[in-house]
Each structure stands twice: as C-alpha cells, then as structure tokens.
C-alpha cells in the first residue's frame, strides 16, 4: 500500500513540474524534494527521470484499453487519450520539445494501434478479409492517425480534439468496412 502510494506520489509531482518547466530541468533530486523523499527512495522505484516518463505514457495507454470495449467507438477511446494531453498541455509541449519526443511518439503510435486493431477486428466480424489485410488496413490508419496528433500538438493544440476526431469518424465511416469486403472479394478469386 505505502509503496503503491509512493510511486504515485512520485508520478503526480513529476507531472506537476512537467507541466511548469522542460524535461530537462526536472531532476531526481527536484523530485525527491517534492515528494519529500530521498533520492534513494526515488531510485528504488525507477532507475531515472525517462523511466519515469515512461512508465507514465505506458499507464495512460491502458487507461485507453481498459476503457475500449464493444460498445465504445474508435473515436471515443481516441478521445479518451487525448484526455490526458489536455488536461497537462505544458507537459505534453515539454516532452515533444525534448529529446524524449519519441517516447511520445510511441505514445501515440501505440494508442492509434491498439485502437484501430480492435476496431478493425470487430468490424471485419462477418467479413472473411485476411489477417494480413486486416492489419495494413489498421497501420495505415494507425499511421495517419499519430500523424495527425502530432501536427496539431505542434501547431498548439489548435482544436478541440474532440471536433476534429468525432469529423474525421464521420468523413470516413464505412471505408474500413469497405476496405474488409474488398479483401474478402480478393480472397474469393
């Protein structure tokens, strides 16, 4: 319990001053003091600050595939994840401006993957498309969805995410689906 407590006390404070100040002027000792911990303490739960950082972006991806379920969209748990970019803008900006950008990045590549891959497997139920189409119909979809994320955190988070995923689910509905009956069609010749 006292360690559960601790690691989140380490994780919030972290997020605090990630939200105030660039990645690289966040030290362990900065921590510590924070926590009111020793740095000792700090390192028997993570071997450095990107550990830390990391183990934040894993949290959050589950906190998505613990929501996903079957009756929930691929935009409803797109939103979810941006959630948390919102709601710790300055963090966001920090890490992407930081030479820990690409654990942001495998951030989001991996939410756009995970969600799409469910979502591409409950939609082809039905469907007799391949396995190997299935997935480069959820890669490419993957693909552009970082891409997108990526450019509207670099343009300031310009738009509520909210508007801008519920309008690309609705300018694309049914092209995965239809995507699925053109390789099954592949299949049946």
């Known amino acids: 319990m006292v360690k559960q407590y ?24 900065d921590i510590a003091i924070a926590c009111e911990i020793n740095r000792n303490t700090f390192y028997y739960y993570y071997t450095d600050v990107y550990a830390l950082l990391s183990e934040i972006f894993q949290r959050e991806l589950q906190t998505v595939i613990d929501e996903y379920n079957d009756t929930v969209s691929w935009e409803e748990s797109f939103i979810v994840a941006a959630k948390f970019a919102l709601e710790n803008r300055a963090a966001v900006y920090h890490v992407y401006n930081s030479m820990q950008r690409e654990e942001l990045v495998n951030y989001i590549y991996n939410v756009s993957g995970n969600v799409m891959m469910r979502y591409v497997e409950k939609v082809s139920d039905g469907i007799s498309a391949s396995s190997e189409d299935r997935k480069l119909i959820a890669s490419f979809y993957q693909c552009a969805l970082t891409e997108m994320v990526l450019r509207w955190i670099a343009s300031g988070m310009k738009g509520d995410p909210d508007i801008i995923i519920r309008r690309i689910g609705y300018l694309f509905d049914g092209n995965i689906e239809l ?9 049946d010749v």
Do not use: Q
């Open 6 to 29: 601790t690691r989140e006390i380490i994780r919030e404070k972290f997020i605090e001053m990630l939200n105030e100040r660039p990645l690289n002027k966040i030290t362990v000792k």
């Open 179 to 187: 995507s699925l009956k053109r390789s099954a069609g592949l299949n």
